[in-house]
């Protein structure tokens, strides 16, 4: 059996609720750069390069040292670490002087299905982003003509 899992980016403006959403979104914003490099210094430094071994390597230090964001969150960036160390590998044996991977500061999140929820009032949509341990971060989506096309 052949199972294929279709990926759709969409970017939509959103707007928080509250100046609390607005500051827990940053705090996650710069728990996630953290999470992503104490997993990339911990992936190089073990020279791991299989996702099993990140996992039951990092996994429980992550979740030890930031046990209020979502499991999803915590996934996510010692995977992108393992992504980053590995594209850092194959350029390494191309070229002979490449530099390390760094974590720069990400706005960006991935969010996995299990993390948000998108809820349609009357004349409007809201998302709703778990943060974990039953925090959740809602925003305003303002939509445009090409959103609009995805919005079921």
């Known amino acids: 059996m052949l199972v294929r899992t279709v990926e759709k980016t969409i970017v939509l403006k959103l ?3 509250t100046k609390r959403d607005k500051k827990e979104l940053l705090a996650l914003f710069r728990e996630y750069v953290k999470m992503l490099e104490l997993s990339l210094e911990t ?12 996992h039951k ?3 429980p230090i992550l979740r030890e040292k930031y046990p209020n964001v979502h499991n999803k969150f915590v996934q996510e960036a010692y995977k992108n670490a393992l992504s980053m160390y590995k594209s850092y590998l194959k350029l390494k044996k191309r ?3 490449v530099s390390p991977p760094r974590v720069k500061k990400k706005n960006v999140l991935d969010l996995h299905i299990d993390v948000f929820r ?3 009032k009357k004349e409007y949509l809201l998302l709703r982003v778990s943060r974990g341990n ?4 809602r ?5 445009y003509k090409r959103a609009i096309v995805f919005k079921d």
């Open 118 to 120: 998108i809820i349609k």
């Open 95 to 97: 070229k002979k002087k």
């Open 134 to 137: 039953g925090n959740y971060l």
């Open 15 to 17: 707007i928080p609720l």
């Open 43 to 54: 992936v190089i430094k073990k020279d791991l390069k299989s996702i099993r071994k990140v």
């Open 57 to 59: 390597e990092i996994y």
């Open 139 to 143: 925003f305003l989506i303002l939509p």
